[in-house]
């Protein structure tokens, strides 16, 4: 017992050591990250609404450097097996996948592999809690997610992204839905990972938000962390969430008028 | 084969018990099942049972060439292997959603928490590490698949113990036990997974959920935490909603969960730890008699008890007094013998009896009719046979009396032609 405890505060030594040297210091002394945001601070939001003419409801969003496409089908008739049909609400489908050159090293599979397909999951669990299936029975909603380029936080953008789409195709949702991924690092919650500070050994957890009814569609944690901290990072989570949803709501509002302007004239 | 689906009876009956606190197998809302932690004959391998969920994990290790962006560490590798054997629901070769879902917690649970350490494993930087790779194999499924498989997973990690092998110059020499005693893994930690699932709309929370509570909960919570009260991770699913203080109270619960699971587990390894040294029965040897590996087993149910006493003393006093019994046959008409209440008999088997009686009796008679009307049809029959005859005999009779009266025209013919005769 004593043995294992001296081997973690060693590897823990040994690791901030490696962080030294490797140049990676997540929080300097002035409270700023590597790329110069405040701790709390967000990454910069470019949102585009209806960017495809076939698809029912399609969003671009870049989030930093991390840019995803959504798009969403539907409801329609459900396709492929009868047996998937359910007969008091709609099914939701989604694919998420990365462009081969989304990432540093060239993607060999773009979707299909066990990450992927968890992730797939993932996003069809937060908008069965977010979408009001129940207004459509016997139907499918298909809601197609492409990463272009990966920078941190893969899950968060694509969750914006998707809701962003859901709402340009008028499928009616609870609520928005908004995801954030946090870390923790010396102690202080950190907003909106990129992907140098998830890469580097940082505890990170993602969320997915209905933020009026402060309710947790998802929660995904991974790495070390102590019970003590946990409320403050879901907190801090939450938090960023909410400035998440102040950011849609902003796109959604100033799409609606950019698309009524013309049809007033 | 798709799974039968639960009847609406017995999802309300499932939810009504879940809302008065009750359970079906008699546990407490925070109760874990009885859990038993074995070892196979080899190292790494181990049996878990959590109810009757039966988990096998095993653990085995080959020399390969690391990955080019970590050329000196080791490298894990997880499987969850859901055989139709566990459940019928299970289909072979089919990476289901299912499936992906416990592969990924698990790798989350054991790899991402650094639980291993993974540098120890290199033997030469660049060219040969150590690859661990670890099976968890569903033997039986009875739900909560994920904490019996990240205990079975961390338990054979613990027990693994890899061959010794040693460098010279550029000959690397993998040693077999015999030479060199075999090297258990370093594990800096024990992750271990604690499910909770939620009911109506996350009203209700249940730890450790056995099939049936699986198939009606809404969602599901999974927190991996070690002894030392360290989050390794969390994942929801199921589409459900939660609330900060719902994902709060868990972790509560989780922590304690998780340092009875960890006591447990090095006491079994203890035990098994002992039974090697002392050259005693251990692994499958072991567990061949009580078990015979393959077959189901049958624990006594523990059936809550608490207020059984309370309750049946309430029933006897509440029921109504039986009626008196007359202990003696009553003749209530002459030829007829009685025992019992002396009231009607409610019985419709009986009266269905007597009927069959009656109709017995009725067929007798009809019978009894059936062979009078018989000889009745026998002497109609004769009397027939007789008219028949008359009949018959009728004809011959009118033959007769036309042969007659031929004769006697013949006679008259011939009383005629002697007329005739005479007249001539």
């Not at chain 1, 009001?132 to 016997?138: A, E, K």
């Not at chain 1, 690092?185 to 938000?209: M, Q, R």
């Not at chain 2, 006897?316 to 002396?342: I, L």
């Not at chain 2, 059936?370 to 033959?399: A, C, F, N, W, Y």
Request: glycine share 6%.
């Amino acid at each position: 017992m004593g043995n294992v405890v001296q081997r973690q505060t060693r590897g823990a030594l040994r690791f901030q050591l490696f962080r030294k040297m490797a140049g990676l210091e997540l929080l300097s002394d002035q409270g700023y990250r590597l790329d110069g945001r405040k701790a709390t601070e967000l990454r910069k939001f470019q949102a585009r609404m209806g960017v495809f003419a076939q698809a029912d409801g399609s969003a671009y969003l870049e989030q930093g450097n991390t840019k995803a496409l959504a798009v969403v089908y539907g409801p329609h008739e459900v396709r492929g097996s009868r047996s998937r049909i359910r007969h008091d609400q709609a099914v939701i489908n989604c694919q998420y996948s990365m462009a081969t050159f989304s990432t540093a090293e060239r993607k060999r599979r773009p979707h299909g592999d066990r990450k992927s397909t968890e992730m797939s999951l993932h996003l069809k669990q937060t908008f069965e809690a977010a979408v009001m299936t129940q207004l459509y029975p016997r139907s499918q909603i298909d809601i197609y997610v492409k990463i272009l380029q990966s920078d941190g936080g893969n899950y968060s953008v694509c969750v914006n992204a998707a809701t962003l789409a859901v709402i340009d195709a008028g499928i009616p949702m609870r609520d928005y839905v908004c995801a954030c991924t946090v870390g923790f690092v010396d102690e202080t919650p950190l907003a909106d990972l990129c992907y140098a500070e998830e890469g580097g050994g940082v505890s990170s957890l993602a969320l997915a938000l209905l933020p009026r009814g402060g309710q947790i569609a998802l929660l995904q944690m991974d790495a070390r962390l102590h019970q003590d901290h946990l409320e403050a990072l879901i907190e801090a989570a939450m938090t960023a969430c909410k400035g998440v949803s102040k950011v849609l709501d902003q796109v959604v509002r100033q799409h609606l008028q950019e698309a009524s302007v013309p049809s007033a004239e | 084969m798709k799974d039968t689906p639960l009847s609406n009876c017995e999802r309300d009956f499932l939810l009504k018990a879940i809302e008065e606190k009750k359970r079906l197998d008699g546990r407490q809302t925070y109760d874990y099942r009885k859990m038993k932690i074995t070892f196979g004959t080899d190292y790494g391998c181990c049996f878990v049972d959590l109810g009757k969920t039966r988990v096998m994990a095993q653990v085995s290790g080959e020399l390969v060439a690391p990955k080019e962006n970590r050329p000196n560490e080791g490298i894990m590798f997880f499987n969850i292997e859901l055989s139709p054997m566990a459940s019928p629901a299970f289909e072979q070769g089919r990476q289901s959603e299912l499936s992906v879902k416990l592969n990924r917690q698990l790798e989350r649970c054991l790899r991402n928490s650094k639980c291993i350490d993974t540098e120890s494993l290199c033997v030469v930087s660049g060219e040969k590490v150590w690859q661990i790779r670890v099976d968890v194999h569903m033997l039986n499924h009875d739900g909560n698949l994920m904490d019996a498989a990240s205990i079975a997973a961390i338990t054979a990690l613990c027990h693994f113990k890899r061959p010794d092998v040693g460098i010279q110059g550029d000959e690397v020499t993998v040693y077999s036990p015999e030479e060199r005693d075999p090297i258990p893994l370093s594990i800096y930690h024990m992750p271990i997974s604690v499910s909770f699932s939620f009911f109506q709309q996350g009203t209700y929370l249940l730890v450790d959920p056995c099939e049936r509570e699986e198939r009606v909960m809404d969602g599901l919570l999974m927190i991996a935490m070690n002894k030392h009260r360290e989050i390794c991770s969390i994942q929801s699913s199921g589409g459900i909603m939660l609330l900060k203080e719902q994902v709060m109270r868990c972790s509560k619960i989780a922590s304690v969960k998780v340092s009875e699971i960890t006591e447990l587990i090095s006491k079994a390894l203890e035990n098994d730890k002992r039974a090697r040294k002392a050259g005693g029965r251990c692994g499958f040897a072991e567990s061949m008699p009580q078990e015979r590996i393959t077959a189901l087993k049958t624990d006594e149910t523990s059936v809550e008890m608490t207020d059984a006493s309370e309750r049946a003393n309430d029933i006897v006093e509440n029921a109504e007094v039986p009626p008196q019994t007359v202990p003696s046959p009553v003749v209530p008409a002459p030829g007829v013998g009685q025992v019992g209440q002396g009231l009607q008999n409610t019985w419709g088997l009986e009266e269905e009896e007597e009927d069959g009686d009656e109709e017995e009796e009725e067929q007798k008679m009809e019978e009894e009719q059936d062979e009078k009307e018989d000889s009745r049809e026998g002497d109609v029959v004769e009397i027939s046979d007789s008219e028949e005859e008359e009949v018959v005999i009728l004809h011959p009779e009118t033959q007769d009396k036309s042969s007659k009266n031929a004769a006697s025209s013949s006679n008259q013919k011939g009383g005629k032609t002697s007329k005739q005769r005479e007249k001539k």
